[in-house]
Each structure stands twice: as structure tokens, then as C-alpha cells.
């Protein structure tokens, strides 16, 4: 391969000023390596409630269809990928996977429509951002090497990371109070109204009002829909970030490093 072609598409993603200029230019840097459809998929979640946004390039219209009205909850390829942190190879990096009688079903129909060989990648982007590419490979294609899975993966980090960059620019932040950052907080932990108030030391019906306020600022009807919409746009972050953060934090204090400097 041509690395300084590939250097070169790879600028022209970064560049891109638009939706479908960034989308088409990821397509041409995928296609240094015959990879001529993919889809993608944001955000990655593992709730199937949650709608995602699908974009299909070079895949049959009937997929696309009951991708968006089904196939969607039932996909395992995107969990897959970001379990791993790493691209993956289907079906073979599954041969291992214990994958369910649905989830069988999906790759059996998948593959009826081409997509039974690709490349997986997990994306992510700045304020808790995140969403998977699926690089469609020839049925006959050999299975991909290690150089070839890295500079997918590449492209897709780069193409996501432009998108996260185009939707921030049209996108303003909603300016939530610190009592709302609060309530918001507890709602992303799953707590009902009546357990936030006991934790701020609030009445009930003062978090059904700040919670009122909180889905009409984020442009949501429900808890998870709010909880979804405030990690995407950096109001707050995972539970298991937080533990991260705070051991690592406790482990500076106990090596006599409360600043991290050493």
C-alpha cells in the first residue's frame, strides 16, 4: 500500500467541512483496501431502546430497512467491538463468541445481504461520543492482517472524530444549573425522584421540577433518553469512569503524589 496516499485521504476526511463530503472521503481512503460498503452506526450503546442513527453506504435498500425497524437490536458486531477495544474481524475473530439464537439470526440474514465478512470498528470522540463502523470485505476476500485492521481502525477513529467535530459546531450545549448537573448525576445512576431527594437533602417535588427542566433541556421525554443525551455531550460521565478516576486518585495520595507529578 501506497502510505502516502493513505497519509493524504486521511487529511481529506479531517478536512471535510460537511456531513456527506467527510462521509464519501472516509469511503475513499476505505477503499485503498477493496472495501467498497460499509454502514455506521451512533451512538454505541447496549440499549436497544435507544434509537440510533444508520448510514448506509453501498448496502442493499431492503437491509437498511430492517436494519432500522429490527436488525438493530439484535446486532452483535458494535457490542463486540467495544468490548474488545479493538477492531475485529467477523466471522472469524467470533468463533469464540457465545452469541445467542438472535444474534445467529442477525449474522445469517447480514450475510444473505452481503454482509457476511467485515471489519468492526468501535469509535469514539470527544464529550463521551461514541459509534462503530462496519467495513464490508468480499465474501472470498482473505482474512485481513494486522496492517490492514490498524489503518481501518484509523480511519474510522479520524471519520468519527470529524463527525463528533461537524455536529458540535451546529450543537450548543443546554447551560443546566449546578442542582440539575446534580439531580442529572443521580438519574445517570439510576436513582428514582425519591432517592435523589433523601441524597441532596431536597423535597420530592422540588427534583420533579428540576427533572422537568432537565428534559426539557436536553430536548427529552424519559430517563434514559437524558441520561443517553448527557454522556454524549459531556454533562457526565460512567459510573465505572468515575471509580476509575477516584482509585487512581487514591492511589497518588497513597504514594505521596497528590498532584500525579511524580
Known amino acids: 500500500m501506497d502510505h502516502g496516499e493513505f497519509s493524504r485521504r486521511l487529511e481529506a476526511i ?19 483496501f477493496g472495501i467498497t460498503s460499509a454502514y455506521f452506526l451512533a451512538p454505541l450503546t447496549k440499549d436497544a431502546r435507544v434509537v440510533r ?7 442493499p435498500w431492503l437491509w437498511e430497512r430492517q436494519y432500522r425497524t429490527h436488525l438493530h437490536q439484535i446486532d452483535p458486531l458494535p457490542d463486540l467491538a467495544a468490548e474488545r477495544l479493538a477492531p475485529i ?3 472469524e475473530d467470533l ?11 442477525f449474522l445469517e440474514i447480514a450475510a444473505k445481504h452481503g454482509l457476511g465478512r467485515g471489519i468492526g470498528v468501535a469509535c469514539y ?4 461520543r461514541s459509534g462503530f463502523l462496519g467495513a464490508l470485505l468480499a465474501a472470498d476476500a482473505p482474512k485481513p492482517g494486522l496492517e490492514m485492521m490498524q489503518h481501518v481502525y484509523t480511519i474510522g ?11 458540535k459546531a451546529v450543537q450548543d450545549v443546554p447551560q443546566l444549573s449546578n442542582r440539575e448537573l446534580e439531580v442529572l448525576h443521580w438519574i445517570g445512576r439510576g436513582k428514582s425522584n425519591s432517592v435523589i431527594a433523601e441524597l441532596l437533602e431536597i423535597s420530592p417535588s422540588s427534583v420533579d421540577v428540576y427533572v422537568r427542566r432537565i428534559f426539557a433541556k436536553l430536548g427529552v421525554a424519559d430517563r ?15 459510573a465505572d ?3 476509575f478516576v477516584q482509585a487512581a486518585s487514591d492511589r497518588q495520595y497513597a504514594e505521596g503524589d497528590p498532584l500525579g507529578l511524580g
Do not use: H
Open 224 to 238: 434514559t433518553s437524558a441520561s443517553v443525551k448527557a454522556y454524549m455531550l459531556g454533562l457526565m460521565v460512567s
Open 157 to 167: 477513529q479520524v471519520a468519527f472524530q470529524g463527525y463528533c467535530r461537524l455536529i
Open 89 to 91: 474481524c467477523w466471522p
Open 14 to 32: 479531517g478536512a471535510c467541512e460537511a456531513v456527506l463530503p467527510l462521509r464519501l472521503a472516509a469511503m475513499d481512503a476505505l477503499a485503498l
Open 95 to 105: 468463533v469464540s463468541v457465545k452469541l445467542d439464537r438472535k444474534q445467529k439470526r
Open 53 to 59: 442513527l444508520v448510514t448506509n453506504i453501498g448496502l
Open 241 to 243: 469512569y468515575e471509580l
Open 125 to 128: 470522540g470527544p464529550e463521551g
